[in-house]
């Protein structure tokens, strides 16, 4: 009975030793990184919507792989589509997305020689429809109120290029950002207050064109009022 006693206390005691340790599973958390349209960089791990050109990192964040050779697939498939638009094989990947609708892109992962798969991740991209506008008149006068001439409203444009001309066909300025725009100015001068001209020449992420001409009110003497009760 003294025996019995000893040795169960002991073999207690071996238990934790002899027992093999808990270790992670192999696991990944991928994340999409990316500039909403406020100018701020954003990671998620869930699906989103942004504009065109929308470029994404994405990531795989593997945990417990140490003693795998894992192999990252990342499949683009837009959504009623059969087939992927493309396979990056990669741990990490990113993309500019230019086409207007929802991409899924899903995460495959396989732990290496023994071919076994993780459960799968899919984070769904929308990219919104075109859009473009231009207002027909502009006042800068320095009051920080429309003193430039630009894109009243866009979104989801791929190609973009304005021109401003005067009466006369003379082209005092272009530019190739939707965001830019005209002060104003020819070579470092006021020009006249009058009526100019503006060409616009776009291509929206939905496949849709814009060719805008229309007339440019230049009112550098108007100035915005606020009126309070």
Same mark, same amino acid.
């Given at each position: 009975?003294?025996?019995?006693?000893?040795?169960?206390?002991? %073999?207690?005691?071996?238990?934790?030793?002899?027992?093999?340790?808990?270790?992670?599973?192999?696991?990944?958390?991928?994340?999409? #990184?990316?500039?909403? @349209?406020?100018? /701020?960089? =954003?990671?998620?791990?869930?699906?989103?919507?942004?504009?065109?050109?929308?470029?994404?990192?994405?990531?795989?964040?593997?945990?417990?792989?140490?003693?795998?050779?894992? /192999?990252?697939? $990342?499949? %683009?498939?837009?959504?009623?589509?059969?087939? @992927?638009?493309?396979?990056?094989?990669?741990?990490? /990947?990113?993309?500019? %997305?230019?086409?207007?609708?929802?991409?899924?892109?899903?995460?495959?992962?396989?732990?290496?020689?023994?071919?076994?798969?993780?459960?799968?991740?899919?984070?769904?991209?929308?990219?919104?429809?075109?859009?473009?506008?231009?207002?027909?008149?502009?006042?800068?006068?320095?009051?920080?109120?429309?003193?430039?001439?630009?894109?009243? @409203?866009?979104?989801?444009?791929?190609?973009?290029?304005?021109? #401003? %001309?005067?009466? $006369?066909?003379?082209?005092?300025?272009?530019? =190739? @950002?939707?965001?830019?725009?005209?002060?104003?100015?020819?070579?470092?001068?006021?020009?006249?207050?009058?009526?100019?001209?503006?060409?616009?020449?776009?291509?929206?992420?939905?496949?849709?064109?814009?060719?805008?001409?229309?007339?440019?009110?230049?009112?550098?003497?108007?100035?915005?009022?606020?009126?309070?009760?």
């Amino acid at each position: 009975m003294r025996i019995r006693q000893i040795i169960l206390p002991l %073999f207690a005691a071996m238990i934790p030793f002899v027992c093999p340790a808990q270790s992670s599973r192999p696991s990944v958390a991928p994340t999409a #990184i990316y500039t909403d @349209d406020d100018g /701020t960089e =954003t990671e998620t791990t869930t699906d989103f919507a942004g504009q065109a050109p929308l470029t994404v990192t994405f990531r795989a964040n593997p945990t417990a792989m140490e003693d795998y050779s894992p /192999t990252y697939e $990342w499949h %683009f498939r837009m959504e009623g589509e059969a087939k @992927d638009l493309m396979v990056r094989y990669e741990e990490n /990947t990113q993309y500019t %997305f230019t086409t207007s609708g929802t991409t899924r892109v899903t995460l495959l992962v396989s732990k290496g020689d023994t071919g076994e798969r993780l459960d799968s991740v899919v984070i769904r991209v929308t990219v919104s429809e075109s859009k473009l506008s231009f207002p027909n008149a502009f006042s800068p006068n320095g009051d920080g109120i429309n003193d430039i001439y630009k894109a009243k @409203d866009y979104q989801s444009l791929v190609e973009f290029h304005a021109y #401003i %001309f005067n009466r $006369w066909g003379q082209k005092l300025y272009e530019w =190739t @950002d939707p965001a830019d725009g005209w002060d104003g100015t020819y070579h470092g001068k006021d020009v006249k207050d009058g009526v100019y001209f503006v060409l616009v020449k776009a291509k929206g992420a939905d496949g849709r064109t814009y060719h805008i001409r229309r007339d440019v009110n230049l009112l550098r003497g108007y100035t915005e009022r606020t009126t309070t009760n």
